[in-house]
């Protein structure tokens, strides 16, 4: 039996239409021993792409521009809007996904001349929507073993990323987290929601303990965990490693959590214990492994000089055997030795960063006052001057206001 990927499909001959007002174009097709042909308008190719957008279908080509006055009547248009009809028929017909859709199916008349037992669509099709109109998807994890589908959102609006600026005007929920539960009859239904006034960022969960981590925009992570026989999650605790800094990604093991910030920093917390374990921060971009271990790069230069001392006599290498073995001892010393010094130097560039980054968040807010101050006196001068009358002083002038609403600008004077 063919199969439909050797489908091809040829746009041989345009001819008018009963009425002639437009062409209608003749696509020949061939799949084996079968062959067929197939009339359609540019009109029903038109619609044949919008009906495979509606369905979600992505990277579709385009139609052919319309020309101003009608339908072309010259031959060279015409075998110009033959080619690029071909051409869209050939990109649909190469496509796994649209070749075997419903709509080109249909169009093409494939499902008469194929037995359509041996057709599988392969577009998705959506069994259930888990939504909350009022936010995005930030993240999502399933659970299969518990039956559960974790799923957090945020406020993605324009102006919610203005920042916390806007905050009168902001609703008092930016962040969500819903829980929906498997039954037994299929269905799914909200078991828990909780909703924030900050933005959630990030979502882990860990099948083994039956926990979960939430990253919230201010730098915390939420720890969930089931109580047992219970089907409603509770807080544990709460980790702050971002330093106020969102929190963008998270993931977990049975043993291990590694969260990222926006901070550029990176932490390893210990599931169980929930103890920090080792982190830092990125300082410059990793582009190949080498970057990570620098030993790597020796370590693949050596069997080129071991082949060459393999071409030694056997007395040779006996005694540099014994001396490789004395060399591995002593770097295998001098390896115990620094540990010590190593622990204490990252201990303390750990705490020199810290107060570093506590430094300059005490200055930014002291910058941020000092705004707000200057922003606040001259909204007040303002209002004095227009609503109620007086006299302000400006860098290069006077503002002078007479009566109500009226606002005179004069030249600078000494005072």
């Known amino acids: ?45 038109d619609t044949l792409l919008q009906s495979l957008g509606n369905s979600r279908y992505a990277g579709l080509p385009r139609v052919p521009a319309k020309t101003l006055w009608g339908s072309p009547t010259d031959n060279a248009a015409i075998d110009a809007r033959k080619e690029q009809l071909r051409i869209i028929l050939q990109d649909l017909l190469l496509r796994p996904d649209t070749r075997t859709s419903q709509q080109v199916r249909t169009f093409l008349s494939i499902d008469s001349h194929i037995d359509d037992g041996a057709i599988r669509t392969l577009q998705p099709e959506p069994l259930r929507t888990f939504e909350d109109p009022r936010f995005g998807v930030s993240g999502i994890c399933v659970a299969p073993e518990a039956n559960l589908l974790l799923v ?10 203005l920042g916390r600026v806007w905050s009168v005007v902001e609703p008092d929920e930016l962040g969500a987290l819903h829980l929906w539960a498997k039954h037994s009859d299929g269905s799914w239904k909200r078991s828990y929601s909780q909703t924030f006034g900050i933005k959630v960022r990030s979502l882990a969960w860990e099948s083994l303990s039956r926990q979960f981590f939430v990253g919230l925009e201010d730098g915390k992570i939420q720890v969930y965990a089931f109580a047992e026989g219970s089907t409603q999650p509770d807080v544990t605790c709460t980790l702050e ?16 959590l590694l969260s990222l910030g926006l901070d550029t920093a990176m932490r390893v917390i210990d ?30 230069q050596q069997p080129t000089t071991n082949n060459n001392n393999n071409q030694q006599p056997t007395t040779t290498t006996t005694s540099n055997n014994n001396n490789n073995n004395q060399q591995q001892q002593k770097q295998l010393q001098q390896q115990q030795q620094p540990t010590t ?5 990252t201990t303390t560039a750990h705490k020199t960063c810290l107060q570093r980054e ?6 930014i807010r002291i910058v941020v ?47």
């Open 1 to 45: 039996m063919s199969s439909l990927a050797d489908l091809s499909a040829s746009v041989h001959k345009a001819s008018p239409t009963v009425d002639h007002s437009t062409y209608q174009y003749h696509i020949k097709l061939q799949l084996g021993s079968a062959s067929w042909e197939v009339t359609k308008r540019f009109s029903e190719f």
């Open 152 to 161: 957090t959102h945020e406020d993605s609006t324009h102006l919610s990323r």
């Open 241 to 256: 490693l971002h330093h106020k800094s969102p929190v963008t990604h998270l993931s977990v093991s049975t043993r291990k």
């Open 271 to 300: 599931v169980h214990s929930r103890e920090l374990v080792c982190g830092g921060r990125l300082l410059k971009r990793l582009r190949s492994v080498r970057d990570v271990d620098p030993r790597i790069h020796s370590q693949q």
């Open 341 to 345: 010094t190593t622990t204490t130097t």
């Open 358 to 363: 506590h430094q300059a968040e005490g200055a």
């Open 369 to 415: 006052v000092v705004v707000a101050v200057v922003v606040v006196i001259i909204v007040a001068v303002a209002i004095v001057v227009v609503v109620g009358g007086g006299v302000a002083v400006v860098v290069g002038g006077v503002v002078v206001g007479v009566g109500v609403g009226v606002v005179v600008v004069t030249h600078p004077v000494e005072l």
